[in-house]
């Protein structure tokens, strides 16, 4: 009924996911959900044993301006849960109203892998995604977004509309990484100090890390041939960015990454989601 009246005050979908993540004997179990709105989440599975895997579901297909996501996942001490999605995320053109996106994740001593296929942003659409990750002392976190601006592959430029994207990671409360870009002009897509001409933009995060880990994944980065990728290290926390014109190199150089780190990170060999393969 919500839902209903949003809509038809033409303020669009307000959905809210809300996942707990807890220890049970030997295994993650999903332990509480909670849902509103047009977001859902299949059965777990655990192709790996321990580790529950579970797909985050948008059953509209695409998001509009007004609509607003809410995804809150919290992993309790000893979980270690990972999350992905079965497809891309479509942004269509706004008739005036900003579509949102807030995710809000709190690790307490576990492990969360947030790791969603891409999000594609049409012409004209206007949209503020907001990342915020609390992690306890001892927490795990590998996570990535991948935003394509306009859609590359039919040459059709993110000539109109406006994109905000804020991240903030944290520790124990202290910040570990904050991170802004607003895309609200079509020459911001050109400047050097925009995305330079390049369509898709991506960003992996993963803490804790080290030297080693950074020198491992330096590589993999330097083997884009088509785009630029680097790599750092910051305050415990490994971040690694793409710049292209490809969604699917973008794809295929994190799944590479994380395949290499996750055992450096989390002690455990990879384990890739099944619906990887279809």
């Given at each position: 009924?919500?839902?209903?009246?949003?809509?038809?005050?033409?303020?669009?979908?307000?959905?809210?996911?809300?996942?707990?993540?807890?220890?049970?004997?030997?295994?993650?179990?999903?332990?509480?959900?909670?849902?509103?709105?047009?977001?859902?989440?299949?059965r777990p599975f655990y192709p790996?044993?321990?580790?529950?895997?579970?797909?985050?579901?948008?059953?509209?297909?695409?998001?509009?301006?007004?609509?607003?996501?809410?995804?809150?996942?919290?992993?309790?001490?000893?979980?270690?849960?990972?999350?992905?999605?079965?497809?891309?995320?479509?942004?269509?053109?706004?008739?005036?109203?900003?579509?949102?996106?807030?995710?809000?994740?709190?690790?307490?001593?576990?492990?969360?892998?947030?790791?969603?296929?891409?999000?594609?942003?049409?012409?004209?659409?206007?949209?503020?995604?907001?990342?915020?990750?609390?992690?306890?002392?001892?927490?795990?976190?590998?996570?990535?977004?991948?935003?394509?601006?306009?859609?590359?592959?039919?040459?059709?430029?993110?000539?109109?509309?406006?994109?905000?994207?804020?991240?903030?990671?944290?520790?124990?409360?202290?910040?570990?990484?904050?991170?802004?870009?607003?895309?609200?002009?079509?020459?911001?897509?050109?400047?050097?100090?925009?995305?330079?001409?390049?369509?898709?933009?991506?960003?992996?995060?993963?803490?804790?890390?080290?030297?080693?880990?950074?020198?491992?994944?330096?590589?993999?980065?330097?083997?884009?041939?088509?785009?630029?990728?680097?790599?750092?290290?910051?305050?415990?926390?490994?971040?690694?960015?793409?710049?292209?014109?490809?969604?699917?190199?973008?794809?295929?150089?994190?799944?590479?990454?994380?395949?290499?780190?996750?055992?450096?990170?989390?002690?455990r060999p990879a384990v890739p989601?099944?619906?990887?393969?279809?």
């Open positions: 009924m919500i839902e209903a009246a949003a809509i038809a005050a033409g303020e669009g979908w307000q959905a809210e996911l809300t996942l707990g993540f807890s220890r049970r004997g030997d295994k993650t179990v999903l332990s509480s959900r909670r849902q509103r709105g047009p977001l859902a989440v299949q790996e044993g321990e580790v529950c895997h579970a797909y985050v579901l948008h059953p509209p297909g695409g998001v509009v301006g007004g609509d607003a996501l809410h995804l809150h996942f919290t992993v309790e001490p000893a979980a270690h849960a990972l999350l992905t999605t079965p497809g891309a995320t479509k942004f269509y053109r706004s008739a005036g109203l900003q579509a949102q996106q807030h995710q809000h994740f709190h690790v307490a001593g576990g492990c969360l892998e947030w790791l969603p296929q891409e999000n594609i942003f049409f012409p004209g659409a206007k949209i503020a995604l907001r990342s915020t990750i609390h992690l306890d002392t001892a927490a795990q976190f590998i996570g990535w977004e991948i935003h394509s601006l306009g859609r590359p592959v039919i040459a059709e430029p993110f000539t109109q509309g406006s994109a905000l994207f804020k991240t903030a990671l944290y520790r124990d409360g202290k910040p570990l990484l904050l991170d802004r870009l607003l895309i609200d002009h079509a020459q911001a897509l050109y400047t050097a100090a925009g995305l330079r001409g390049q369509p898709v933009m991506a960003t992996l995060l993963a803490t804790p890390a080290s030297v080693a880990t950074l020198e491992a994944v330096r590589p993999y980065c330097q083997d884009i041939t088509d785009g630029s990728a680097g790599v750092t290290l910051l305050n415990g926390v490994l971040v690694v960015r793409y710049l292209g014109n490809s969604t699917a190199q973008a794809q295929h150089l994190f799944r590479h990454i994380w395949q290499h780190i996750r055992p450096l990170v989390t002690g989601p099944r619906i990887w393969n279809t």
